[in-house]
């Protein structure tokens, strides 16, 4: 398989560039704006080298009657098409739905010129469809795979057997850490792998020479992340309210949304710890990075990762 992948990339350098369609389980959306942002960021590393285009769906929100309707638009300037398609209750039928929803976007695409070298798919599901979009039109599929489920015991029934077909089908795979990549080898054999590790954006996170932290009379602790059951921020919460009991010279700045917010709000406070602690909500890339240069700590009490961004942003730039 990796020589069908080999001779494409020669190829397409010969002829100046590659062109590469990325298919996104996970992509950030106004209704969900930090979902997927790592996603994201590999999507926008390859843009600095080749022209890409990005495809992200979701089974729902199809009005009139109607299989699929696609919205496109340019998203840091690289062209997005969004696409809703009308779901089924059986997974192996909503499996397939997904595939010629994919499918047809991809046609699309191809009238409008762009016409891709390779296949990038993030997540096995999307993975599944780039495969089969890979056999059609003799193109090499790669799939980046972020899902921590393979380390938790979360993948297991047809979505075990979903992610074998595309790992086992795809020509290269690349887990973004080498744990994961371990347990997607305990369950796959004979795959090709490489491990590529989440990425950055250096012009927003970078170390400034004498860079020196604002003078605070409390430290500052800093989280920054999805607030779902994964992030364990109840832990958290409660290892304040222990740290209370011996000092309270610090703040805890929450920079965030999402699912589990209400609850940690209402945790803090009957922790009695809401003096301490700052929900802050979403905030622009330039800000995360700014209030990273200015904490003392940051704190990331997950209960899984594989290789979160915001580990490697923190370190590159502070």
């Known amino acids: 398989m990796m020589c069908a992948y080999t001779s494409a990339m020669d190829e397409a350098r010969q002829m100046g560039g590659l062109k590469v369609l990325h298919i996104a389980s996970w992509y950030p959306s106004s ?22 285009a990005v495809v992200h769906g979701e089974s729902r929100g199809v009005r009139g009657g109607r299989f699929l309707s696609i919205e496109e638009s340019e998203e840091d300037g690289i062209p997005t098409f969004r696409f809703k398609y009308a779901s089924v209750n059986v997974p192996a039928l909503d499996l397939v739905c997904y595939c010629m929803a994919v499918l047809s976007v991809f046609r699309k695409l191809s009238s409008e010129g762009f016409r891709p070298d390779i296949i990038h798919a993030h997540v096995f599901v999307a993975g599944l469809a780039g495969v089969v979009l890979g056999r059609l039109y003799g193109l090499p599929v790669v799939i980046t795979e972020h899902f921590s489920g393979f380390q ?46 989440n990425t950055f954006d250096p012009v927003i996170f970078h170390y400034r020479e004498g860079n020196v932290r604002g003078h605070h009379s409390r430290k500052r602790l800093l989280f920054v992340g999805l607030l779902n059951s994964i992030k364990g921020l109840p832990y958290l919460l409660r290892a304040i ?24 709000e209402a945790l803090s406070r009957k922790l009695g710890v809401d003096h301490l602690v700052r929900f802050c909500g979403l905030k622009r890339k ?25 580990a490697v942003e923190a370190m590159e730039g502070t």
């Open 31 to 52: 209704e969900s704006p930090v979902v997927g942002t790592f996603v994201r960021e590999h999507v926008k590393a390859t843009a600095l080298y080749s022209q890409v």
């Open 152 to 197: 938790r015991g979360a993948a297991s029934g047809m979505n075990l057997r979903m992610a074998r077909f595309a790992f086992e089908k795809a020509d290269l795979v690349c887990p973004v850490s080498h744990d994961l990549r371990r347990r997607i080898e305990s369950h796959v054999k004979g795959m090709e792998s490489v491990v590529i590790p």
């Open 241 to 264: 309210g222990l740290l209370k009991e011996e000092r309270d010279d610090f703040v805890l700045d929450i920079i965030g949304d999402g699912p589990e917010r209400e609850k940690s």
């Open 286 to 310: 330039e800000e995360v990075a700014a209030l990273m240069r200015d904490s003392d700590i940051l704190v990331l009490p997950s209960i899984w990762e594989n290789l979160p961004c915001v």
